[in-house]
Antibody, heavy 118, light 107 residues
Framework: QVQLQQSGAELARPGASVKLSCKAS????????MQWVKQRPGQGLEWIGA????????RYTQKFKGKATLTADKSSSTAYMQVSSLASEDSAVYYCAREERRGFFDYWGQGTTLTVSS | DIQMTQSPASLSASVGETVTITCRVSENIYSYLTWYQQKQGKSPQLLVYNAKTLAEGVPSRFSGSGSGTQFSLKINSLQPEDFGSYYCQHHYGAPYTFGGGTKLEIK
């Protein structure tokens, strides 16, 4: 069965960078886009971007260009998102989700909570 | 970018009632509209895709409709497990914007 296992909660300092992971299993990792979504406390869902592990192609929404960097390791079926120059507004839960071929997100990870605090 | 306007932002209803959530889109997305359900502290879950197709395991009391720029999600005979937040999202090409969400609470 398809599973997306995300890394544990992170506490980071303002100005630092953090790299979150999403390990996929139960399907061919390289054949599906992996999406990343942000959710601030009490707020809605915000699309960050996506990566196609098969060739490393990436897409970002304008707001997250330069803030988030998506990579993927085919050997371990793991997608990564690095968030840089951390500020308080980066404190959120970050989800990875698999994009089904018809474009919707059919499987989601459990989320990683990032807290930015000095 | 395509804008998604979801209403209402919050909704209070009783078990057994029928509710409708709407999603208005800034441009024609045909039927490339998805609905997700999110319960408190949990990940979103796929509910409806292609505007009206129920995801596997979703009860038939849920139904999606609409095309173009106007969509709706209807829940008949609300059950206790239906309370939570609902989000629409288009899947008509990146960036995949979400609606602001509807929080469905027990009256």
């Amino acid at each position: 069965q398809v599973q997306l296992q995300q890394s544990g909660a992170e506490l980071a300092r303002p100005g630092a960078s953090v790299k979150l992971s999403c390990k996929a299993s139960g399907y061919t990792f390289t054949n599906y886009w992996m999406q990343w979504v942000k959710q601030r406390p009490g707020q809605g869902l915000e699309w960050i971007g996506a990566i196609y592990p098969g060739d490393g192609d990436t897409r970002y929404t304008q707001k997250f260009k330069g803030k988030a960097t998506l990579t993927a390791d085919k050997s371990s079926s793991t997608a990564y998102m690095q968030v840089s120059s951390l500020a308080s507004e980066d404190s959120a839960v970050y989800y990875c989700a698999r994009e089904e071929r018809r474009g919707f997100f059919d499987y989601w990870g459990q989320g990683t909570t990032l807290t930015v605090s000095s | 970018d395509i804008q998604m306007t979801q209403s209402p932002a919050s909704l209070s209803a009783s078990v057994g009632e029928t509710v409708t959530i709407t999603c208005r889109v800034s441009e024609n997305i045909y039927s490339y509209l998805t609905w997700y359900q999110q319960k408190q502290g949990k990940s979103p879950q796929l509910l409806v895709y292609n505007a009206k197709t129920l995801a596997e395991g979703v009860p038939s009391r849920f139904s999606g409709s609409g095309s173009g720029t106007q969509f709706s999600l209807k829940i008949n005979s609300l059950q206790p497990e239906d309370f939570g937040s609902y989000y629409c999202q288009h899947h008509y090409g990146a960036p995949y914007t979400f609606g602001g969400g509807t929080k469905l609470e027990i009256k």
